[in-house]
């Protein structure tokens, strides 16, 4: 990646690779130093909401939720489906309960009548209260969408956010070692929920 930026200087999507390769060695301040610089060399908008995404998690690893949570927020004009928004709306919804906000209200207008039948829409109805824990866990490991991409990493992650949403600190650290376990070195949850359990 360096030699590559000495040929394209302040190449966003090179920039943003990096700084997801620092992410992956937990060097969240580099990460979000390089994100910044991704920020102000943006040329589209795919580019900026693609920086603003990922300074969400390294500000999140970070422990600077409020700013995760606006810079996920951020990202989600010019989504056009509800399935291209649950992504930064989850993860705004994580941020939100660790800056101590109870995220449901604003999660319930995003989402208003839409159908949240397809995966991952489960998670939502889990965070929104009108899915239990345990029935979350069944469609992660049954749903074929959800099998597919690995639904039981994010199912523990949301489940742990969840319950320090409600206090229970023991439950968020099972559910966060399990995240650990299931979440690939490379996925943000992985890196979300080493970081959380230090801070538990």
């Not at 989504?79 to 906000?101: D, E, I, N, Y």
Request: hydrophobic residues 45%.
């Amino acid at each position: 990646l360096d030699s590559a930026l000495q040929h394209k200087p302040g190449d966003a999507w090179l920039v943003i690779a990096q700084a997801q390769v620092y992410m992956q060695i937990a060097d969240y301040a580099r990460a979000l130093e390089l994100l910044n610089a991704a920020l102000a060399g943006a040329a589209t908008q795919i580019d900026r909401r693609t920086a603003l995404f990922y300074r969400g998690h390294a500000e999140f690893n970070l422990g600077q939720y409020a700013q995760a949570a606006q810079d996920f927020e951020a990202t989600l004009p010019g989504r056009p489906t509800l399935k291209s928004r649950l992504g930064p709306l989850v993860w705004r919804s994580a941020a939100q309960v660790r800056a101590r906000q109870d995220p449901r209200g604003t999660l319930a207008r995003e989402i208003g009548t839409e159908s949240l039948d397809e995966w991952p829409g489960a998670i939502v109805r889990f965070l929104l209260g009108k899915l239990p824990a345990g029935e979350l866990e069944v469609i992660a490991e049954t749903d074929e969408a959800a099998k597919r991409s690995n639904g039981k990493c994010p199912a523990a992650f949301f489940i742990a956010m969840d319950a320090l949403r409600r206090g229970d600190r023991q439950r968020a650290r099972e559910q966060l070692q399990l995240a650990q376990a299931r979440c690939p070195t490379v996925s943000e949850f992985n890196w979300a929920a080493t970081s959380e359990l230090k801070r538990l």
